[in-house]
Nanobody, 124 residues
Framework: QVQLVESGGGLVQSGGSVRLSCAAS????????MGWFRQAPGKEREFVAS????????DYADSVKGRSTISRDNVKNTVYLQMNSLKPEDTAVYYC?????????????????WGQGTQVTVSS
């Protein structure tokens, strides 16, 4: 059974940084592209970043491009999201997602497996 478990969220000051982790099990990790999405109250779930199955290519939403980095460790079966220069509008539940295939995808429907989410709150 595929399981994705996020961690690393919490309360962060505006301008600060956070590193989210997602530990994967029950899958062949190198066969999955991985993504991060976020959802704020009253908002649709939105794409944040994705990384290809072997980590060679990454994709970012315009709202986080230049201040975020997605990476993966295929030995530890873990994907990370580093976010810097955090803004209050970054406040959301952040979800890790996986899809079988080489390349990431920007729509939630493209992903097979989801974590439970981790809350990131950015205070001004």
């Amino acid at each position: 059974q595929v399981q994705l478990v996020e961690s690393g969220g919490g309360l962060v000051q505006s301008g600060g940084s956070v590193r989210l982790s997602c530990a994967a099990s029950g899958l062949t990790f190198t066969a999955y592209a991985m993504g991060w999405f976020r959802q704020a109250p009253g908002k649709e779930r939105e794409f944040v970043a994705s990384v290809s199955s072997r980590g060679g290519m990454s994709d970012y939403a315009d709202s986080v491009k230049g201040r975020s980095t997605i990476s993966r460790d295929n030995v530890k079966n873990t994907v990370y999201l580093q976010m810097n220069s955090l803004k209050p509008e970054d406040t959301a539940v952040y979800y890790c997602a996986g899809r079988q295939g080489t390349w990431g995808f920007r729509l939630p429907i493209g992903y097979d497996s989801w974590g439970q989410g981790t809350q990131v709150t950015v205070s001004s």
